[in-house]
Antibody
Framework: EVQLAQSGAEVRKPGESLKISCKASGYNFTDFWIGWVRQLPGKGLECMGSIYPGDSETRYSPSFQGQVTVSADKSISTAYLQWSSLKASDSAIYYC??????????????WGKGTTVTVSS | EIVMTQSPATLSVSPGERATLSCRAGQSVSSNLAWYQQKPGQAPRLLIYGASTRATGIPARFSGSGSGTEFTLTISGLQSEDFAVYYCQQYNNWPVLTFGGGTKVEIK
């Protein structure tokens, strides 16, 4: 079964760093793009960026460029989303999701359960 | 960025009735349009891709149509488990993949 297992909820203070993870199983991790999606409290869905684990090519939505870093370690089939300096406005649920094809212009067919990030002083 | 506009924001429907949800793209996205269902406390689930193809395991009461800028998700014979929020998403204009604001389907 294809699955994406995300790391647990995190609580941080403003200015702190954070790295959350998304471990893939049940398929060849290097063959599909992985995307990250943000959901602010009570709000809709926003695509942040995607990575191709095969060669670590990464692309970001302009709104998130420079704000976060997406990475992957293909040796352990895990993708990451990280912040160097969190803000209160980063408090949200973050989902990883697999693009269904080997190209990023494709739907998100498998989703992780989400990681809740709370940033508060 | 392609703006995706969903209507209505909330749809009140009785069980067994049909629900029709609309999604409009600010410019053509061809058929590169997906629909997702999200229930409270859960991750989104893919329902429809390519504007009209049901994802694996999705019941036949869910159907999608449209191309270009106008799309529709129809749920025929609403069941209790279908009350949720539905999002459309275009994946034509990568890397700026955009979602609509969502339509909440609630029990009338």
């Amino acid at each position: 079964e294809v699955q994406l297992a995300q790391s647990g909820a995190e609580v941080r203070k403003p200015g702190e760093s954070l790295k959350i993870s998304c471990k893939a199983s049940g398929y060849n991790f290097t063959d599909f793009w992985i995307g990250w999606v943000r959901q602010l409290p009570g709000k809709g869905l926003e695509c942040m960026g995607s990575i191709y684990p095969g060669d670590s090519e990464t692309r970001y939505s302009p709104s998130f460029q420079g704000q976060v870093t997406v990475s992957a370690d293909k040796s352990i089939s895990t993708a990451y989303l990280q912040w160097s300096s969190l803000k209160a406005s980063d408090s949200a649920i973050y989902y990883c999701a697999r693009h269904s094809l080997a190209i990023p212009q494709s739907e998100l067919d498998v989703w992780g359960k989400g990681t809740t990030v709370t940033v508060s002083s | 960025e392609i703006v995706m506009t969903q209507s209505p924001a909330t749809l009140s429907v009785s069980p067994g009735e049909r629900a029709t949800l609309s999604c409009r793209a600010g410019q053509s996205v061809s058929s590169n349009l997906a629909w997702y269902q999200q229930k409270p406390g859960q991750a989104p689930r893919l329902l429809i891709y390519g504007a009209s193809t049901r994802a694996t395991g999705i019941p036949a009461r869910f159907s999608g149509s449209g191309s270009g800028t106008e799309f529709t998700l129809t749920i025929s014979g609403l069941q209790s488990e279908d009350f949720a929020v539905y999002y459309c998403q275009q994946y034509n204009n990568w890397p700026v993949l955009t979602f609509g604001g969502g339509t909440k389907v609630e029990i009338k």
